[in-house]
């Protein structure tokens, strides 16, 4: 199947899941009402004996705000998910598997692309997950044909390449902060696009959307744009969920924390403005992002045992 014929049936996947009419795009991708999106069921759950686990994306897959390894970087979910299907493969029989991770932080969906795709395919894994595109809503001149169109071409080619993926459907800014809400729209059809895409070649699926463990603030960094530690403990459990690894527990929300004073709130958020806020945004004025002169912290294969 051509490239063309395969953007334009993840179109009619599109439109399929979502009722709502919408605006034709210029990539062949029906861009649809953004009320109208719900997640639908797991695309593949059946988990294989998966050897070398690659992880492709940015600041989310990198790890942004976890605890720090013995390396000096950021853990995070994905080098869970690589101790979880180390663990697996001891069961098996053997040593342990081979783990990569070339994300980036403050990468857009088509620089993973470019960066991150070739080098992937070289090194030859069996499973890759492919966690980006987020960021792109966040951005004024946001275009979703462009996305969809760079997400195709890269899953096209890792399927191509022999290997599984695993792809993920973000959750709802808006659950968190009303401030969100304008993205909420741009997230909801990238989900769609995402889907239909996972739908077109066979991928698995994570999906955030409407998980309202998701909504407790613990789970999130002083920055709330990233994930705190118990988040990507949650987020591994996530991706293991969307790999048939791991059950569905992991939606039921914890106990609630005890509300904080109006104050206290006050000075958090005060405090968010002056060191994440202000910084984010001085940056996007001088063009630069957060992930300049970082380079990826597993550009080549470790072996990652459960011990």
């Known amino acids: 199947m051509s490239p063309g014929r395969r953007v334009a049936r993840a179109s009619r996947l599109c439109s399929a899941r979502l009722s709502r009419e919408g605006k034709p795009s210029t990539a062949g991708l029906h861009v649809v009402g953004a009320d109208s999106y719900r997640p639908s069921v797991t695309i593949a759950v059946q988990p294989r004996p998966w050897r070398r686990f690659l992880a492709l994306g940015d600041s989310f897959t990198e790890g942004m705000m976890d605890d720090l390894g013995p390396d000096g970087r950021h ?9 979880a299907l180390a663990r697996r493969a001891v069961e098996r029989g053997e040593d342990g598997i081979e783990y990569a991770n070339l994300a980036v932080r403050g990468r857009l969906l088509t620089q993973v692309v470019d960066e991150q795709v070739p080098p992937a395919l070289e090194l030859g894994p069996d499973l890759v997950s492919l966690a980006a595109g987020i960021n792109d809503t966040l951005r004024p001149h946001y275009d979703l044909d462009v996305a969809a169109t760079s997400l195709d071409r890269a ?43 996972a739908d077109t070649y066979g991928c698995y699926l994570a999906s955030f959307w409407l998980v309202a463990a998701y909504d407790d603030e613990r789970l999130w960094a002083e920055d709330r744009l990233h994930l705190s530690p118990a988040g990507h403990r949650l987020a591994a459990r996530t991706a293991l969920a969307g790999l048939g690894l791991d059950d569905r527990h992991w939606r039921t929300p914890a106990v609630p924390a005890p509300p904080a004073s109006r104050v206290h709130q006050a000075r958090l958020h005060g405090r968010w403005v002056r060191v994440h806020l202000a910084p984010w945004v001085a940056r996007r004025v001088r063009g630069e992002s957060s992930g300049d002169r970082v380079a990826p912290k597993h550009p080549t294969w470790v072996t990652v045992t459960p011990g």
């Not at 853990?75 to 101790?83: F, I, L, M, S, Y």
């Open 155 to 197: 899953v096209r080619r890792l399927r191509a390449g022999g290997a599984d993926v695993l792809l993920f459907a973000w959750g709802d800014p808006a659950r968190r902060s009303a401030a969100m809400a304008p993205v909420r729209d741009r997230v909801r059809r990238f989900n769609a696009v995402v889907e239909a895409v």
């Open 75 to 83: 853990r995070g979910w994905a080098d869970d998910v690589a101790v």
